[in-house]
């Protein structure tokens, strides 16, 4: 069973780094060692193997997103607010993102894909619980009126979500944060079909 402490903090941090900027296959335990400047023995007594690292740091991934998540709505008053807002958190996917290396859903969805099926299936849930908060966001909207009751949530929460991770990966291939303001453009042209309220581009 793994140790919680402090030396297992610093594991899963400074791991989330390299497997988020390197790649989990690129990633070895020696690199792990050197960036914690901790000796192998240290690693080991808390975790099984490298993977078992991977779904501690992708896990603490997660957290950090959701946090983000929650930030951005503070304040929002309505359904559109808090979609735009959420677009919003990679504007910066360049420079700044929210976890350095860029989207780790992005990047272990192909790295996880048959490989890695239990961080594949944890980053699936992942996604998942995102396009149910979206998809409950939208929700929200239509019951205030916001929104037609066309809509439906689900497909317009997975559609976003689908369009802000290629805006995302095309802007960090290209090194231009452009993508980025073009798809919250056009989800703000999107989300302005379904609302009776004209929203500033």
Not at 101 to 130: H, R, Y
């Amino acid at each position: 069973m793994s140790k919680k402490d402090d030396t297992y903090n610093i594991i899963i941090d400074k791991s989330l780094y390299l497997f988020n900027t390197k790649g989990i296959h690129q990633t070895s335990i020696q690199d792990i060692m050197d960036i914690t400047s901790l000796p192998k023995g240290a690693i080991y007594r808390r975790f099984k193997n490298k993977n078992d690292i991977a779904l501690a740091a992708y896990e603490k991934a997660g957290t950090i997103i959701w946090a983000y998540m929650q930030n951005a709505i503070k304040g929002k008053s309505t359904a559109t607010e808090k979609i735009i807002a959420l677009s919003e958190i990679y504007l910066d996917a360049v420079h700044n993102p929210p976890i350095e290396g860029g989207c780790p859903l992005l990047n272990t969805a192909v790295e996880s894909d048959s490989t890695f099926p239990e961080l594949k299936q944890i980053m699936s849930i992942a996604f998942q619980e995102m396009s149910q908060f979206v998809s409950g966001i939208i929700s929200e909207g239509k019951d205030s009126g916001e929104f037609s009751q066309e809509t439906d949530p689900n497909s317009l929460a997975s559609y976003i979500l689908s369009s802000m991770e290629g805006a995302i990966m095309t802007s960090r291939l290209t090194l231009n944060n452009e993508h980025i303001y073009s798809n919250i453009t056009y989800v703000k042209v999107l989300l302005n079909g379904f609302t009776n309220q004209s929203i500033k581009l």
